[in-house]
């Protein structure tokens, strides 16, 4: 069974939308996605704001309650039928989001294992045949087939096969054997 | 550079030491652990103490603050001037010691950085060229080299490359190329 790992800020959880809202209510700003595209929340912050912005991924109930990335509970538990799935999150940045990240996948993805969670930080550690990430950096240390998915930030990224949304990975796996 | 990848429970960190100590002082027993050649501490519990036993573990303060496995530090730090060392942990089954995990690595191993913490629970996950690892099963689903760590309960398995203690581990690796 071919295996596939499959990162959670910006592929199943909006992580972005949670930061960006936290900025705008306390900032009083009006920063939408379309203002980031090919470029993070950090780049359009000024100095002085940058350590409240980290702060905001820091708090205790920031990784909690996330919202879901639309379609990504379907596929996966489409997908999951016929591939050994593993979602491979980027959590040793932000030591405070290890337990309110394996809570979130227990409550949104319960037909995933807890076995199969992979807490890290460079992905070049993970064996499988398929990485879904929407970091450019993590699919290039990865070496099996890698999938961007599609986030303001990277929309000016070449190179890659892109996958837009939970559909587009539903119809690309619909071609690849299990 | 290859890549050594290290388990913590009973190869850096004296897990069973803690659960040992915490299972005699609530049940004025005296284990220890030649009492537990080829097996756990499970398998020597009567059933109606196993519902405390997990509980010791799942404890928040369980795994804050574990005794090292004497050489740990020492030779991890010699070998990572050589190897690229990721730290690989089941720590799924209990999510509670996901943040003492984090906070004990960084107190007692800070020259190994966070982004080379894996969080995980299956370990065919791992990409690397060895596994050092106290559990046999861990070491059949990884595919590089496995280096069987001994402790109590896998002193009767058979068929392993076999290390007893931190400067076998040394004396392993000063005969392999970084």
New interface residues.
């Given amino acids: 069974m071919q ?1 596939i ?1 499959v990162d959670m800020d910006e592929v199943m959880a909006d992580t972005l939308g949670e930061h960006i809202r936290r900025y705008n209510r306390t900032f009083d700003e009006d920063v939408t996605p379309y203002d980031l595209v090919g470029k993070g929340l950090w780049e359009i912050t000024p100095l002085e704001r940058r350590q409240q912005l980290r702060a905001f991924l820091d708090a205790e109930d920031f990784f909690e309650d996330l919202a879901l990335i639309p379609g990504a509970q379907d596929v996966l538990k489409d997908l999951s039928a016929r591939f050994d799935i ?1 979602i ?1 999150t980027q ?3 932000v ?2 989001s ?2 309110p990240k ?2 979130w996948l227990q409550r949104h993805f319960p037909f995933i ?10 992905k ?5 045949d398929y990485l879904i990430d929407d970091l450019p950096k993590n699919l290039l240390r990865f ?1 099996g087939q890698g999938l961007l998915y599609t986030a303001p930030h990277n929309l000016t990224a070449t190179g890659f096969v892109r996958v837009d949304n939970w559909l587009q990975v539903a119809q690309y796996f619909a071609g690849v054997p299990g």
Avoid at 113 to 122: I, K, L, Q, R
Avoid at 124 to 128: E, H, M, P, V
């Fill in positions: 295996r790992c593993f491979a959590a040793m940045a030591p405070n290890l337990g394996y809570r294992p807890p076995a199969n969670y992979v807490f890290c930080g460079d070049r550690i993970l064996r499988a070496e």
